[in-house]
């Protein structure tokens, strides 16, 4: 299997794909072709987690030995605390929360990236060559790239975060580790902000040469197909006849994980509409409502992760909306540089839907889960419930653990969530790095760093 940038340029290996998270002209990785995964329905519909996973990686990493495939994807779901590794729990007889939350930072991005890092620790050891690893994040992204990255060997992490606009535990998660191939960059910024500067710097194609550059964003296609593994897992757990009709409710922001999941509709799983849940930064609910892509300012909200207005994914699924036009999608985002928005004469890609959660009603909305199904979720998958249907059949994502963010419910009058793995982070020293969020700034401190070392 080969893979293209969204731009159009020459095909690279799963491995190269990788090794680079973002293209070098700036566009975003897909496969060339798709396996036709009905072929395999009946023998994987027992499987496990990680044999799922192994299996459809199979199709996909085409460059890794067996061996080396099921080594990493074994031992990045061994870390996780549920055996079902993702369970489907019943709220009624028409809906059910896929927890995603049972791994070791308690967000849906350990999935991909305790996989990530131990598919760039088969990379180091096969070309002897280290790799520095570059993120922005809004909270969990950081919180999972760092447990995934930590401590190993040829891996160095640096990870810029806003200021003062990620939970405390989240923000915890990442300095709290101890680990010295972990930087943690605290920016005075949005996260948009950081996300613009991780581009800049992947786009200065010398710099990135220079110190062998990767992303952990889910501009990285192996996260987004890591992810691609729970809704097939989930979907196989689906009595047959409920299958087709069952909506998957997504909360949303860099569109990441609602689009690998849109992607296995294009492997032949017939799966009848995504529900796409933003908080109160809402570029993707006006795109599916009025077709016009437009840049709004960040407005930080209860469900931080979510505090997005740039969905850097969107890019992929413009790629498909655009019939592969490499040329058309790149004019599109560039238009969308220059001008801050993009007016779609129609924008209907059949199977989504879209919702939007303001501040105030994030609350109610787990109060409303809490009292109607005896379940508490996490404010992001609290968004998820804002006018949904009771009588369609529906899997929520529940992305986040609720005790990662204790103030939401402290708030609203409510008993505060705790998780053990969290309380036990309270008693570490914080370790964290003040960088302007110029990219010249935060090149000039990778470098410092790497040399450093
Ligand atoms: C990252 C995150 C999201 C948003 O996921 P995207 O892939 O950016 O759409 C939603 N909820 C939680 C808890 C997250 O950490």
């Known amino acids: 299997m080969r893979y293209r940038s969204t731009r159009g340029g020459s095909s690279v290996s799963f491995?190269?794909?990788?090794?680079?998270?973002?293209?070098?002209?700036?566009?975003?990785?897909?496969?060339?072709?798709?396996?036709?995964?009905?072929?395999?329905?009946?023998?994987?519909?027992?499987?496990?987690?990680?044999?799922?996973?192994?299996?459809?990686?199979?199709?996909?990493?085409?460059?890794?030995?067996?061996?080396?495939?099921?080594?990493?994807?074994?031992?990045?779901?061994?870390?996780?605390?549920?055996?079902?590794?993702a369970p489907l729990h019943e709220l009624s007889k028409h809906w059910k929360c896929l927890e995603l939350f049972h791994g070791p930072t308690l967000a849906f991005k350990d999935f991909a990236l305790q996989l990530l890092g131990n598919l760039y620790e088969v990379q180091i050891a096969r070309e002897g060559k280290a790799l520095c690893v570059l993120g922005a994040t809004s909270g969990d992204t950081?919180?999972?790239?760092?447990?995934?990255?930590?401590?190993?060997?040829?891996?160095?992490?640096?990870?810029?975060?806003?200021?003062?606009k990620v939970s405390p535990l989240q923000e915890m998660q990442m300095t709290c580790t101890g680990a010295e191939n972990v930087f943690p960059i605290a920016i005075e910024g949005t996260f948009d902000d950081a996300q613009r500067?991780?581009?800049?710097?992947?786009?200065?194609?010398?710099?990135?040469?220079?110190?062998?550059?990767?992303?952990?964003?889910?501009?990285?296609?192996?996260?987004?197909?890591?992810?691609?593994?729970?809704?097939?897992?989930?979907?196989?757990?689906?009595?047959?006849?409920e299958r087709e009709s069952t909506t998957f409710v997504v909360p949303t922001g860099n569109f990441g994980n609602?689009?690998?999941?849109?992607?296995?509709?294009?492997?032949?799983?017939?799966i009848s509409e995504f529900r796409v849940?933003?908080?109160?930064?809402?570029?993707?609910?006006?795109?599916?409502?009025?077709?016009?892509?437009?840049?709004?300012?960040v407005k930080p909200?209860?469900?931080?992760?979510?505090?997005?207005?740039?969905?850097?994914?969107?890019?992929?699924?413009?790629?498909?909306?655009?019939?592969?036009?490499a040329l058309r999608v790149s004019d599109v985002m560039k238009k969308f540089r220059e001008d801050?928005?993009?007016?779609?004469?129609?924008?209907?890609?059949?199977?989504?839907?879209?919702?939007?959660?303001?501040?105030?009603?994030?609350?109610?909305?787990i109060q409303f889960v809490k009292q109607e199904y005896d379940y508490l979720v996490d404010p992001h998958t609290a968004c998820a419930f804002k006018d949904l249907d009771p009588e369609k059949k529906a899997v929520i994502l529940a992305t986040a653990h609720p005790a990662k963010f204790p103030a939401v419910y402290q708030h609203a009058g409510m008993e505060i969530p705790i998780s053990s793995s969290l309380e036990a982070l309270k008693s570490r020293e914080p370790c964290s790095y003040e960088v302007s969020f110029d990219a010249s700034s935060v090149r000039s401190f990778i470098l410092e760093k790497i040399s450093g070392k």
């Not at 909200?301 to 969905?311: E, F, K, N, T």
């Open 15 to 85: 491995s190269e794909a990788v090794a680079q998270g973002l293209a070098p002209d700036g566009g975003l990785f897909l496969p060339e072709e798709f396996p036709d995964l009905t072929l395999h329905l009946e023998a994987w519909a027992d499987l496990d987690y990680p044999s799922l996973c192994t299996e459809f990686f199979r199709h996909f990493a085409t460059d890794l030995s067996t061996d080396d495939l099921e080594n990493c994807v074994h031992s990045a779901y061994a870390k996780f605390s549920n055996k079902h590794t």
């Open 142 to 164: 950081g919180a999972a790239a760092i447990s995934g990255l930590l401590g190993k060997k040829g891996v160095t992490v640096f990870i810029l975060y806003p200021k003062g």
């Open 340 to 365: 801050g928005k993009y007016s779609f004469d129609h924008f209907d890609i059949s199977g989504f839907s879209s919702v939007s959660a303001s501040d105030k009603e994030i609350p109610s909305l």
């Open 258 to 270: 609602v689009f690998a999941g849109w992607l296995l509709t294009k492997m032949g799983i017939n």
């Open 197 to 241: 500067t991780v581009k800049e710097l992947f786009a200065d194609l010398e710099f990135r040469a220079s110190v062998d550059l990767s992303a952990v964003n889910s501009i990285n296609l192996a996260r987004i197909l890591a992810q691609s593994v729970y809704y097939l897992y989930a979907w196989l757990k689906l009595p047959s006849e």
């Open 301 to 325: 909200s209860l469900a931080p992760s979510m505090d997005i207005q740039v969905a850097s994914n969107f890019e992929r699924l413009l790629y498909y909306f655009l019939n592969g036009d």
């Open 277 to 297: 849940a933003t908080n109160q930064n809402d570029v993707l609910h006006r795109l599916f409502k009025s077709g016009e892509y437009s840049l709004g300012e």
